[in-house]
């Protein structure tokens, strides 16, 4: 698996290669140490890019990184999935919170080449043949949003946490998005659209509620139309 040559072979590789350069700079005259430089330089220019293939909202996507690159720039400055943010680069702010496997990770303390292999989901992917996601709904009707920068993060962590647990309290849905910080701090419309999101999901599974579209949401045409009823 690519993953494990990336931290065993090639870290290896790498730090020899640094070894070896730094212990000539120190023990070899300066002719020597020029050409076992540049040899160590070439060897990690000839591994300055790794294959990788990620499968975001179900469409597989080759590409090359270097080994730097980290998860959210793969997938913004690469493959042009621009809803996931970037904040602090910290693990701190959760903007960048995308789903990985089934499990919602800050894709800014993810190497690409660590995700390499697995799928992911994007705010992008959340909503489904022409119709919005439970929760992209949740936030539009319950206004869970102001300047929108945390909102694709949130909506990640949220349906994250709904799949582990249908039917949170609000102490839960706290809980499940503390990761993610709102600059606006419209935390309490924020949990109210995770609380209309469950109640919509659960609907939706037991097929009982009238509100729930069969299909899950509102069908992006009638997008105009529920904006008109707010
Ligand atoms: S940008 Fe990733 S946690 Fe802030
Ligand atoms: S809506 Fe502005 S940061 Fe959350």
């Not at 990184?65 to 913004?76: D, G, I, N, Q, Y």
């Amino acid at each position: 698996m690519r993953r494990s040559y990336v931290h065993g072979e090639s870290a290896t590789a790498v730090a020899t290669a640094a070894t070896i350069a730094s212990t000539t700079t120190v023990t070899t005259a300066p002719t020597s140490t020029t050409i076992t430089a540049t040899t160590a330089a070439t060897k990690l220019t000839a591994m300055d890019t790794h294959d990788i293939t990620l499968t975001i909202n179900g469409t597989e996507h080759d590409l090359s990184v270097e080994p730097r690159t980290l998860l959210v720039h793969a997938l913004r400055d690469e493959l042009g999935y621009t809803g996931t943010n970037v904040g602090c680069e910290s693990t701190l702010c959760g903007a960048c919170t995308v789903n990985m496997d089934g499990d919602a990770v800050k894709s800014c303390t993810i190497l690409a080449v660590q995700a390499d292999g697995t799928e992911l989901r994007t705010v992008e992917g959340l909503r489904e043949s022409g119709t919005f996601h439970p929760i992209q709904e949740g936030f539009q009707k319950e206004h869970g949003l102001q300047c929108g920068y945390c909102t694709p993060g949130m909506m990640l962590a949220a349906t994250d946490l709904l799949e582990e647990n249908p039917d949170p309290s609000d102490e839960e849905i706290r809980e499940g998005i503390e990761g993610n910080l709102c600059r606006c701090t419209g935390y309490q419309n924020i949990v109210n659209a995770v609380e209309y999101a469950a109640e919509e999901m659960r609907a939706d599974d037991t097929g009982s509620t009238e509100t729930a579209a069969a299909d899950g949401g509102v069908p992006m045409t009638d997008y105009e139309a529920v904006k008109e009823e707010d």
